[in-house]
């Protein structure tokens, strides 16, 4: 059995949030609370994870985080101490539990690690993460003269001498679990009839065993979240951290408080970020890239020295060498190929676009199968949708498409074959034979050529 679990509370009501959404929900660079203080939770080393949930956000939880954790509802919302209580039958026999606040999302992996570390180290029946910041609201850790803790007094309850206390409680501990239960069953409930999780420190006192505690070295960490405005405020303490995480592993930023990175993403060496560039989602980037100015980047795989500038690109993959822009829209569902040039004013839409292909100027892909090196000439569009249904158009290897060709789908144009300009193809073009004129004809492309292109006057 596990002897190192993970308890996060996210049953609360989150009422300052002012929202039909579960607080613990709400995101801050692309990923929700909950999931920071579980991630958090996995960085640390605990291998097992109990999410207190409430009978209104369990489903949507549950969704989220799947059966990575196991859940416990907590059918009132009694407080926080009441909160942990429903994890003790999942629970017996867990040698360290530690307990999170789901709406304390900047707590670091490494934080997280030493309150374990100086917990196990002291043998402790409970250690308490504190920190030094004048943030109104948290509870507050009162200390004896000579330096252990005596209570932690929360600031609804607390006197203006309490309330004048630097050190507060961030709302991250680790106990010794059989001991937790029971301090946790003889906890009051306060004047406001909650079951306060921080009572449990008044037990550990009298049995003569006062709790542990760390400081940490980045008061940032304490930020909790209770309404919109600390929402943000986390966000943008979020963001810095993320650009300061990938310039120090190797990614250019001229200018970084223009650029906004999802906590899911992933960017490689010598790639460059310019201003002005969104990169949302469970975006990965590859090596040596150039992503903007001016770009959003959402849920997708870029290879490696490709360039995206002025553009949007979602839910799609890029191969290697791809050059996206400016003033281009990669739509989900599409597949770029290694080498293409989607120039300017290229749209594409669920499709896939083979190696070397080439569509420089405005052009619509959709449901489209572009094989490599096609040519797509300037004003083509897949005529993809006829008001009911979606078709598909399918392009073969080395095919050339004129310029204002209307593929009128589902069609194909087979291998190496040539739309002439302004061509309406409404049938199948066979391999190497040209379609001219609307609708297009199919006449034989090298005898066009002998013939000094007299057929396509008609
Ligand atoms: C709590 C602490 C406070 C600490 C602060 C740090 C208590 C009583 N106080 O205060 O000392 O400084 O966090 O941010 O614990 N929750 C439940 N069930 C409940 C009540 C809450 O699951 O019945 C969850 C909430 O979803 C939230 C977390 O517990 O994720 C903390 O609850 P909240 O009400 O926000 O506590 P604070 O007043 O912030
Ligand atoms: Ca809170």
């Known amino acids: 059995m596990s002897t190192k679990a993970a308890v996060i509370l996210a049953a609360g009501k989150g009422v300052r949030m ?17 999931r920071h203080v579980v991630d958090a939770a996995k960085g640390a080393g605990y291998d097992r994870f109990v999410v207190i949930v409430s009978p209104t956000n369990h489903a949507a939880v549950r969704d989220l985080l799947t059966d990575t954790v196991d859940y416990a509802v907590q059918s009132d919302t009694l407080g926080t101490g009441h909160a942990v209580l429903q994890a003790k039958d999942l629970l017996r026999g867990v040698g360290t539990v530690a307990v999170l606040n789901g709406d304390v999302p900047l707590v670091r992996p490494e934080t997280l690690r030493s309150l374990l570390e100086h917990h196990e180290a002291r043998d402790a029946c409970a250690t308490l993460l504190t920190a030094s910041i004048d943030m109104p609201g948290l509870g507050r850790v009162v200390r004896d003269t000579d330096g252990t803790i005596a209570e932690i007094v929360e600031e609804r309850d607390a006197d203006e001498s309490t309330k004048a206390i630097g050190e507060v409680n961030v709302g991250s501990y680790c106990f010794n679990g059989p001991w937790l239960w029971d301090a946790l069953e003889k906890v009051k409930p306060s004047d406001g009839g909650e ?32 309404d919109r405005v600390q929402l943000a405020e986390a966000e943008t303490i979020l963001r810095e951290r993320i650009r300061l995480h990938w310039m120090k592993d190797g990614v250019t930023m001229p200018d970084p408080s223009t650029v906004y990175i999802d906590a899911d993403v ?50 799609s993959e890029l191969e290697a060498s791809v050059s996206v822009g400016p003033f281009t829209h990669v739509r989900p569902g599409s597949h770029i190929a290694e080498g293409v040039v989607l120039g300017n004013f290229a749209e594409v839409n669920r499709s896939t676009v083979g190696r070397n292909s080439k569509s420089a100027h405005f052009s619509y892909l959709g449901d489209a199968e572009v094989g490599d090196d096609v040519n797509i000439g300037a004003g083509t569009v897949t005529v993809n949708y006829d008001g009911v249904n979606k078709q598909t158009t399918r392009i073969g290897d080395g095919a050339f498409i004129g310029c204002d060709t209307m593929l009128v789908a589902p069609v194909e144009v087979g291998e190496g074959a040539q739309t002439a300009a302004g061509a309406v193809v409404t049938k199948d073009v066979p391999p190497d034979a040209l379609a001219v004129g609307v609708p297009a004809r199919i006449v034989d492309k090298k005898k066009k050529c002998s013939s000094d292109g007299g057929e396509d006057s008609s």
């Open 18 to 34: 002012r929202s039909g959404l579960s607080k613990v929900l709400h995101r801050i660079c692309g990923k929700e609370l909950v």
């Open 266 to 315: 992933s960017l490689g060496q010598d790639s460059s970020i310019l201003p002005n560039t969104h990169i949302r989602g469970a975006t990965s980037i590859a090596e040596r890239c150039e992503i903007g100015p001016n770009t959003i980047v959402d849920d997708a795989r870029i290879g490696s020295e490709c360039r995206v500038w002025s553009s949007v690109v979602e839910g």
């Open 195 to 226: 079951y306060y999780l921080p009572a449990v420190v008044a037990t550990a006192v009298q049995e003569g065993r006062p709790p542990e505690s760390i400081e940490a070295s980045d008061p940032s960490e304490a930020l909790g979240i209770n």
